[in-house]
């Protein structure tokens, strides 16, 4: 069972920045990939950011040159560094992470609460 915490959101205007971590913890065998994904009011969950243990990042289009993914394997956090922020990056922001049993060929989704990103103008 893994647990995943964000933190880092908040109320921001638009032009700002910031930076949302999210940490696992728990029994963790190999985390694979970890990932952004948001959801704004009326609209669907969608893809923010994801980077796998290899450091393959894929990016959301409409993030592309202001939000940046990485990872830190030895605390199991992966952060979303958020640049540039627009009324229309407003939305709950999900961390994922992808954790694998590689000797039984198990894998397993996980999700955080959600954090709050709120960008005002």
């Known amino acids: 069972q893994v647990q995943l915490v964000e933190s880092g959101g908040g109320l921001v205007q638009a032009g700002e920045s910031l930076r949302l971590s999210c940490a696992a913890s728990?029994?963790?065998?190999?985390?694979?990939?970890m990932g952004w994904y948001r959801q704004a009011p009326g609209k669907q969950r969608e893809l923010v950011a994801t980077?796998?243990?290899?450091?393959?990042?894929n990016i959301a289009d409409s993030v592309k040159g202001r939000f940046t993914i990485s990872r830190d394997d030895a605390k199991n956090t992966v952060y979303l560094q958020m640049n540039s922020l627009k009324r229309e990056d407003t939305a709950v922001y999900y961390c994922?992470?992808?954790?694998?049993?590689?000797?039984?060929?198990?894998?397993?989704?996980?999700w955080g609460q959600g954090t709050q990103v709120t960008v005002s103008s």
């Open positions: 994922n992470a992808e954790d694998v049993i590689t000797q039984f060929g198990v894998r397993r989704d996980y």
């Open positions: 728990g029994t963790i065998y190999s985390i694979n990939a």
């Open positions: 980077i796998t243990s290899g450091g393959n990042r």
